[in-house]
């Protein structure tokens, strides 16, 4: 206990520099900006920023990260309520209750009630982030090169079992990751690979690049594809704090969602979006007002925001101690680590103690920042709601075209975006999701290089992948995980938590 | 087409295989090595198989379960962002970044069916303005105001 206090202490002598303060309230306001503009969203908002964090020190630069993450399930749920647009999609499920609110005069209700729900789940998300973090970075220092390999296996087959769409297809994608970060010189023999001939592979492609292809313009297209004419009705806030009685209503379900979130957000393939979907089924399921949910119901708004923040917290935790990515926002900041010329994985959190613990208590400053940033100031996001997309895309463009620019200084990545672009719609329209490639395009380079270390050790035997409790462990639940999609009843399940979204 | 009974599938699974094949053909190059020393082309080896494997298992599924049409593709919003895009990066250089980043920002505009010419030409200036501000004169990314073709 002692222990963890002094580590604290560490995280927020860091985080209290008015250098991270700042970097913090910039990160959080840009993620709320994010989060209410609809057709943006954190990933390649993340990709968008990555170069200019290179300059940076680190903490800094994950510290802003972060808060864009965090800050962007804030925004999403002002849309969401205001304007029946979520502007995230784990704020989804928060417009079906919120709206209904907001049309019955109670807007600033159901806005109080989004931000007391994710503060409170912010705050138990950090805590238990600094809880849990040291223990399983101490057991994780323990894996060999066999139990990382297995490790990855099973977050990128977790990754694809948790999220929705076609499995298949999903695997797919992540192999077609896999198979792209293999792109550039082989490290062990020098040997260009794939880079047909050209100087600008040598090093492979950056993720930036990719990510800004598929997640940034390839979402453009899609945007644009089914343009509309929106809407600037916006409800108007007035009442903003809960009754006693509405305190009494949504205590329960903050804590359930609270809870629930803040499990599947460690959870590989997890993070926000599964976690305000889960939780509302959920509460709808438990709840004695079970009959008002759709209709305005403030425990439908309290369960999935609450849900949605502490899930995008706990994120952190598998990325933070075992250098895993759990999203495509983790898979971003893990590249941000790289780059930044930190080893992601276990030893962060020794070798690395103020970077650690300083992005732990800036999620606890950065939720604070955001509770002031979103009750007092709605009325400021409310007018931003009413930016048209037309106007939006082409900024978009602007910033994606000039940050991979500004990456190696160098047209050939612009033309490789505009490539991944393409793939990245073309993909889009035969529902294979970007985000499984992304998660195999980081983890590629490092699976081939613990499989390949694993099999040294083992004088290539590669049953040395299953005799090794920990790593046999891991595959047999990845094995699992799997089945567990094809077995009928769980499928139903699995369909189940994503239908609100239709 | 009629065979084809999802149609989604089937074109994914065309990509896959081709690209796992593809892949497989270009590690031949590739020393194999041993299991031991895995060589370079050792794990692009497993995965372009494995690409391939998944590729005609959606191809056969897409004879054998029906599924969705796919959409009408939207090829005007891609040609132009895409092509605004890959514009420029022609003209960056040689006609600096304030003259592209005012095509980039008109060619893309167009691509909305909501296209008006006052508030996009207002639009491009105004992030001209302010990518030149910060991007140039802030952080300082080595780019021409004017490119070589005006300034000698």
Redesign the interface.
């Given at each position: 206990m002692m222990e963890l206090l002094a580590n604290l202490a560490l995280g927020f002598d860091t985080a209290f520099t008015l250098t991270n303060l700042l970097y913090c309230l910039a990160g959080v306001a840009l993620g709320t900006l994010i989060g209410v503009l609809p057709g943006l969203g954190p990933v390649a908002t993340i990709a968008m920023l990555l170069p200019?964090t290179f300059g940076l020190p680190p903490v800094s630069a994950l510290i802003m990260l972060a808060g864009i993450y965090y800050g962007a399930q804030y925004g999403g749920s002002t849309t969401a309520i205001l304007v029946n647009l979520p502007g995230e999609t784990s704020s989804v499920v928060t417009a079906l209750d919120g709206y209904q609110m907001a049309r019955q005069g109670h807007a600033g209700k159901a806005l109080a009630t989004a931000a007391i729900g994710s503060f409170f789940a912010g705050t138990v998300a950090t805590f238990l982030l600094a809880v849990f973090a040291p223990p399983l970075a101490d057991f994780a220092l323990k894996f060999g090169p066999a139990e990382y390999f297995s490790l990855m296996v099973l977050g990128l087959i977790a990754s694809v079992v948790l999220a929705h769409g076609?499995l298949?297809?999903a695997?797919?994608m992540i192999?077609?990751g896999?198979?792209l970060g293999?792109m550039g010189t082989?490290i062990?023999?020098g040997?260009p690979?794939?880079t047909f001939d050209l100087p600008e592979l040598a090093d492979g492609i950056s993720f930036v690049v990719l990510a800004m292809g598929m997640f940034g313009?390839g979402e453009?297209?899609r945007n644009?594809?089914h343009?509309e004419?929106r809407s600037a009705l916006v409800a108007k806030v007035s009442g903003l704090m809960p009754s006693k009685a509405d305190f009494k209503r949504i205590a329960a379900p903050i804590l359930r969602g609270t809870g629930l979130g803040a499990l599947l957000g460690i959870l590989p393939g997890g993070g926000a979006i599964l976690a305000a979907f889960a939780a509302y089924s959920v509460e709808k399921k438990i709840s004695p007002n079970a009959a008002q949910f759709g209709k305005g119901a403030i425990e439908g708004v309290a369960a999935p925001e609450s849900a949605n923040n502490a899930g995008a917290q706990t994120s952190f935790i598998p990325m933070l101690t075992l250098g895993i990515p759990s999203n495509p926002v983790m898979a971003l900041m893990i590249g941000a680590l790289i780059i930044q010329g930190i080893q992601p994985g276990p030893m962060v959190m020794t070798d690395q103690p103020a970077l650690f613990w300083g992005i732990i208590a800036s999620m606890w400053i950065g939720n604070l920042f955001l509770v002031i940033l979103n009750l007092p100031l709605i009325g400021l996001w409310v007018r931003l709601i009413t930016i048209?997309?037309?106007?939006l895309?082409?900024?978009i463009?602007?910033f994606?075209?000039?940050g991979v620019?500004?990456i190696n200084?160098r047209?050939f990545d612009?033309?490789l975006?505009?490539l991944f672009?393409?793939l990245g719609?073309?993909?889009a329209?035969?529902?294979?999701e970007p985000a499984p490639m992304l998660l195999g395009f980081i983890l590629g380079p490092m699976?081939?290089e613990y499989?390949?270390r694993a099999?040294?050790i083992s004088?290539?035997?590669?049953t040395v992948l299953i005799t090794r409790p920990i790593s046999a462990t891991m595959l047999a639940l990845a094995v699992v995980a799997l089945f567990l999609v094809l077995v009928p009843a769980f499928r139903k399940t699995r369909e189940e938590a994503f239908q609100e979204e239709d | 087409m009629a065979v084809i009974r999802n149609p989604k599938d089937f074109w994914a699974g065309l990509i896959y295989l081709g690209i796992g094949l593809g892949a497989f053909h270009l590690a031949q190059d590739y020393e194999m090595g041993t299991a031991v020393r895995m060589g370079p082309g050792y794990f692009p080896k497993v995965l372009a198989s494995l690409l391939g494997l998944i590729g005609l298992i959606a191809l056969v599924r897409s004879f054998l379960r029906p599924g969705e049409a796919i959409g009408r593709l939207a090829w005007r919003p891609a040609f132009l962002v895409l092509g605004a895009t890959v514009l420029f990066g022609l003209l960056v250089r040689g006609a600096g970044l304030a003259l592209s980043l005012f095509v980039l920002v008109l060619v893309s505009a167009y691509a909305s069916r909501q296209f008006r010419w006052r508030p996009t030409l207002l639009l491009a200036l105004g992030l001209t303005v302010f990518s030149v501000l910060v991007f140039l004169k802030g952080l300082g990314i080595p780019l021409p105001l004017l490119g070589s073709w005006f300034v000698r």
């Open positions: 200019v076609s298949l297809h695997i797919g192999v077609l896999l198979l293999m082989d062990n023999s040997l690979r794939y313009l453009i297209i644009l594809e343009e004419v048209p997309y037309r106007l895309y082409p900024a463009l602007v994606c075209a000039i620019f500004s200084n047209e612009i033309y975006m505009a672009g393409l719609y073309i993909f329209k035969l529902d294979c699976m081939e499989l390949r099999l040294l004088r290539g035997d590669p | -």
